[in-house]
């Protein structure tokens, strides 16, 4: 199947212009195992995709050129740590989905990001994902949706689930999905900290704390099944009950003021909450869409957070729009 017949015709009357948007992901659970020979690690996840999108828009040019607006931009809140030259992962997405179709990689691209960079939340995987989609409708590729997850494996490990959305069990790097049935609607708040965390130095500290015997070795494939059973059936105590992230105690090493924010989100009445994926962002999970409202606006005055943000999921993954 074309995505462009899945996403509808994505094209705005008169520009030319392309427009696709990605979903955040929480890690509802995130299992690591242990380290492999090729220097990533076996992970057991789930992912959980939610209501917080980065929009890409691209446009006929001649090669290509990239503007980023927005959080991690060099004029945005955040770090301004998202690049706008080929080390940003939808430049890259470009070359490759170019190169894949034999076409010339010529197009603007426009990243709007209101997903937080280095935040544990996929911002750059979703961008890639995005782009993927609105290039295939600009240029005509026709690229199935497997040939999209295709290259979006190569892009990154999260970048096959920005492409999917909704709830998936990732497996190796996270790029082998299944995806999950997913019978309701969950309502979470999203505290974003002051600054990001990179993900290599928190898996690096992971190994650290394993080696130090610190920490136990990782997870195995089961440790996923009483999440996944939580978010199909509930109530909101059980899938908070069964909230786990490997990466948390690491991040926790690498950031200890997160300790704190953790404990605000649960005195500010979240069910549980959990660092997502490496951090420092966290999730905290509501009673329901009300509750999320209140706990956002509590938690937006404790003080610990730079941005709080009402989500829930599961949500599409990367869609053409417009
Ligand atoms: P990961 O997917 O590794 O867990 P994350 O979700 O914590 O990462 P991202 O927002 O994806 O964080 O950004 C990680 C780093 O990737 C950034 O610090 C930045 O240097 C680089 N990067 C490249 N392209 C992008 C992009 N489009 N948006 C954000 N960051 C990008």
Do not use: C
């Not at 979006?152 to 490990?157: D, E, I, N, T, V």
């Amino acid at each position: 199947m074309s995505n462009a017949t899945a996403g509808g015709p994505g094209r705005l009357a008169g520009n030319g212009a392309v427009v696709a948007r990605a979903p955040a992901k929480i890690n509802v659970h995130l299992g690591v195992g242990p380290l492999r020979a090729d220097g990533f690690h076996e992970l057991h996840t789930v992912f959980l995709a939610v209501s917080l999108f980065d929009t890409v828009t691209v446009r006929p040019a001649e090669g290509l050129s990239l503007a980023v607006r927005g959080e991690g931009s060099a004029a945005g809140p955040g770090a301004g740590s998202v690049p706008s030259d080929r080390r940003n992962l939808v430049w890259q997405a470009a070359e490759l989905l170019a190169r894949h179709a034999g076409v010339e990689a010529a197009a603007h691209l426009e990243i709007d990001k209101s997903i937080p960079a280095a935040a544990g939340l996929a911002g750059g995987s979703a961008d890639a994902a995005a782009a993927l989609v609105a290039l295939d409708a600009l240029w005509g590729t026709r690229a199935t949706r497997g040939d999209l997850a295709g290259l979006a494996a190569q892009l990154g490990s999260d970048v096959p689930f920005s492409l999917l959305g909704g709830v998936a069990l990732g497996n190796g790097r996270g790029e082998r999905l299944s995806p999950v049935l997913a019978r309701r609607r969950w309502d979470w708040v999203l505290g974003i900290a002051g600054e990001g965390l990179s993900t290599p130095a928190v898996y690096a500290e992971l190994d650290a704390l394993r080696a130090a015997g610190t920490l136990p070795d990782g997870t195995d494939a089961a440790s996923t099944e009483p999440v996944i059973a939580a978010l199909n059936a509930g109530p909101p105590a059980a899938l908070a009950a069964a909230l786990d992230n490997d990466l948390q105690a690491p991040a926790l090493r690498l950031r200890p003021e997160l300790r704190r924010a953790l404990r605000a989100a649960t005195d500010a009445g979240a069910g549980g909450a959990l660092v997502s994926g490496s951090g420092p962002t966290v999730a905290a999970l509501a009673e329901d869409e009300d509750g999320a409202v209140r706990l956002a606006a509590e938690l937006a005055g404790a003080g610990v957070f730079r941005t709080v943000r009402a989500v829930h999921g599961p949500v599409p993954g990367a869609r053409l729009v417009g």
